[in-house]
């Protein structure tokens, strides 16, 4: 893309937040994932990348209100992206009034937790990834990535019982897995 492209994309990216109200309920969401992680070499440089994101959004309450991982998130993050650190309610409520206009949005939750409160504050996500989620005392192997407590095995089917179909895969040319399947076996 050449400097003029790039301005004429930045121009209409400025019309498109100005007015968002006519982009309520349309959120253009790319990818839902956990990854406790947050944004990482595979976040920013192979998932968001391959997805043409325009918009990270990490839904995490503490990472928005700790200004030092707020920062490591921000360096950590590709410059060409734009990157909004909220408290789950705020990313929910952000996206569902439409904020972000036509902006291609990849969606960052730490936990299955952070998956369950948006929804229950309004949220609607389609599909959520399921990443990287590693070994806690206690915790069964779903896959190589992937390890869960019990409680975060309920939490996982109440997601699926909202509607939601809950999916794994590390990266984009991995095949994708049906997780609900998977958890259940």
């Not at 400097?3 to 839902?32: D, H, P, R």
């Not at 997805?51 to 921000?74: F, G, W, Y």
């Amino acid at each position: 893309m050449d400097k003029a492209e790039k301005e004429i994309t930045a121009a209409n990216l400025e019309t498109e937040l100005s007015n968002f109200s006519e982009y309520a309920g349309k959120a253009n969401i790319v990818n839902a994932r956990i990854d406790e992680r947050l944004i990482h070499g595979q976040v920013a440089g192979i998932w968001s990348t391959s997805l043409d994101t325009q918009r990270i959004i990490v839904a995490n309450d503490e990472a928005s209100s700790d200004p030092l991982q707020k920062s490591s998130l921000r360096m950590a993050a590709p410059s060409s992206m734009r990157l909004s650190v909220l408290p789950v309610a705020e990313a929910a409520e952000n996206i569902r009034s439409g904020k972000y206009g036509k902006q291609r949005l990849f969606l960052l939750f730490k936990n299955p937790t952070d998956v369950l409160r948006f929804i229950e504050a309004g949220g609607m996500i389609k599909t959520v990834n399921v990443g990287n989620m590693s070994y806690k005392e206690g915790a069964r192997e779903v896959t190589k990535s992937i390890q869960v407590l019990e409680e975060e095995e309920a939490i996982f089917e109440t997601i699926f019982s909202k509607g939601v179909n809950v999916t794994a895969q590390l990266v984009p040319n991995d095949p994708t897995i049906d997780f609900m399947k998977k958890l259940r076996s």
